[in-house]
């Protein structure tokens, strides 16, 4: 009796287990500053993940902490140890500093993942060259 209880409960752990694993999503980099950007033109940084998880990755709506920001990400179900991303533009308006997120839920192990843009906005004359458009 106690070989059948014991076969049971091995049985119900190991499916327990089993069902717990989840896709895990891991971004190459989760920021990228822009440095000097000229006010007026669009920025685009494309950040690419990896599932290292066993199992499919779904990401949900991606969303921008404001409008300024759009979201394009895949759209399909990543399998494991295949590439996915998510691409965020800035629309660079207004002058000044500026810090955005980016939200990524995801049906990932590790769940919502949060990516930052950053930089500054300077007039047209004063923009650096160096990583306006990366990636």
């Known amino acids: ?15 327990a287990v089993s ?16 440095g000097k950007i000229e006010q007026g033109k669009p920025v685009t940084y494309n950040f690419e993940f990896t599932n290292n998880g066993p199992d499919p990755i779904v990401l949900g709506n991606v969303s921008a902490s404001c409008g300024c920001t759009t979201p394009e990400w895949s759209r399909e179900p990543i399998l494991q140890n295949k590439k996915g991303f998510v691409k965020a533009t800035f629309n660079a308006g207004s002058m000044g500093v500026f810090n955005k997120t980016v939200t990524v839920p995801s049906n ?8 930052t843009l950053k930089g500054e906005v300077v007039a047209n004359k004063t923009a650096a060259d160096p990583k306006k458009v990366t990636n």
């Open 1 to 15: 009796m106690k070989k059948v209880f014991l076969f049971f409960a091995a049985f119900f752990v190991f499916a």
């Open 19 to 34: 069902f717990a694993q989840k896709g895990v999503i891991k971004f190459t980099k989760s920021e990228n500053d822009f």
């Open 108 to 115: 990932a192990e590790n769940g919502t993942v949060y990516l």
